[in-house]
């Protein structure tokens, strides 16, 4: 008697359910793993910042390790990573303070100038006079000093609760300390054991998934090790293009707001977005037009970032299809705020390679 086999309908019925099936554990197991992250978050926090640090400095240890000891190797990547941020704090530091106490001297100015320039607007537009010759009345006072007092009026010193803000500030500094302490300490641990954690985790895998995991480590390494440092460098470059904008269009602050726009350059999508604002708004305290050209600026800086910079330090992007970084982004920010926007596509990116391989490589199937 012939065993009939199953026909291609069949199989592939059979194989999108067991894709199916492993895209739903796939995401029972992702949601389970950024609630126990929330749990634990304040110590997450100082984890990240060690890893990173690890990656970032992970290439000059390898460079050094080939003349010396590892321990040394370390132990002189760090005192010079050390001295960088120290002359950071030091330099650039005191000169953003320095500019952030001025604009708060200079804003009744800066606002005095902006309801000048909104006053011209609207007494000058024409579409606003149109249409109200159009309906036969006023529909916007011509003013709009009114309307800027009562927005300034409307933050009330004398109602804050000093105590509770008193402590909320405190709060913030311990816990802002902690993490500049225990993230490079950590930090430390990890460039000078990397090896030995890494052997120590294989030991305890099972002998048939030790070749599995080698694997997938790899590819972790690799995939967040290229995110971070092309990440970091590339806020550096748009951060120093942002600054020279600024200078070379006279708008006040522009060591400050470049800082701001690279940093926030480091926050994927809509991190770009968020740090032209500031620096359009100061634009716009001087004159539309500033404001306008910072936009333009920025957006042509952007354009650089995107198509010769990312490309080049980057080498290959992350590799993760965009609707899943806007996911990401959305419940990384929703989850952890700022630091949820910063580890959502890495993290996005590692539980892609992990998927491609066991679902599509080890399958043998074309990615």
């Not at 995110?227 to 550096?236: E, F, H, P």
Request: aromatic content about 10%.
């Amino acid at each position: 008697m012939r065993i009939r086999k199953p026909s291609n309908g069949i199989k592939t019925i059979k194989n999108i359910g067991i894709f199916s099936w492993s895209v739903i554990g796939f995401l029972l197991i992702a949601a389970l793993f950024f609630y126990i992250i929330y749990l634990i978050k304040i110590a997450i926090i100082p984890l990240i910042l060690a890893i990173a640090i690890a990656y970032l400095l992970t290439p000059i240890v390898i460079l050094l390790q080939k003349k010396m000891r590892r321990v040394f190797a370390v132990t002189i990547t760090y005192i010079i990573f050390t001295g960088i941020i120290f002359t950071i704090f030091f330099f650039i530091i005191p000169i953003i303070i320095d500019q952030f106490r001025t604009f708060m001297d200079k804003f009744p100015a800066y606002m005095e100038n902006l309801t000048r320039i909104i006053n011209d607007f609207l007494q000058n537009s024409v579409l606003i006079k149109n249409t109200e010759n159009l309906i036969g009345k006023e529909i916007i006072p011509r003013d709009a000093s009114g309307i800027i007092q009562y927005f300034i009026s409307s933050i009330n010193l004398e109602e804050i609760d000093i105590f509770r803000r008193a402590t909320t500030v405190g709060m913030l500094v311990f816990n802002t300390a902690l993490y500049l302490i225990v993230g490079p300490l950590l930090g430390i641990y990890i460039l000078n054991y990397t090896d030995k954690i890494k052997t120590t985790f294989i030991k305890i895998i099972p002998k048939r998934f030790k070749n599995q995991t080698t694997i997938i480590l790899e590819r972790i390494n690799k995939v967040a090790g290229r995110y971070v440092r092309g990440q970091i460098l590339v806020s550096i470059i748009v951060g120093i293009l942002c600054t020279i904008v600024l200078l070379v269009l006279k708008v006040d602050f522009a060591i400050l707001l470049g800082s701001i726009a690279g940093l926030l350059n480091m926050i994927p999508l809509l991190g770009p977005i968020i740090g032209a604002i500031p620096a359009a708004l100061t634009a716009l305290f001087i004159s539309p037009l500033k404001a306008l050209l910072v936009i333009l600026l920025f957006i042509a800086v952007q354009q650089i970032d995107n198509y010769i910079i990312s490309p080049n330090i980057m080498k290959y992007q992350v590799g993760v299809h965009p609707g899943i970084i806007i996911f990401s982004l959305m419940a990384g920010g929703a989850l952890f705020g700022i630091w949820g926007l910063l580890i959502a596509v890495p993290t996005v990116a590692i539980l892609q390679e992990i998927l491609r391989y066991y679902l599509l490589e080890k399958n043998k199937i074309a990615s």
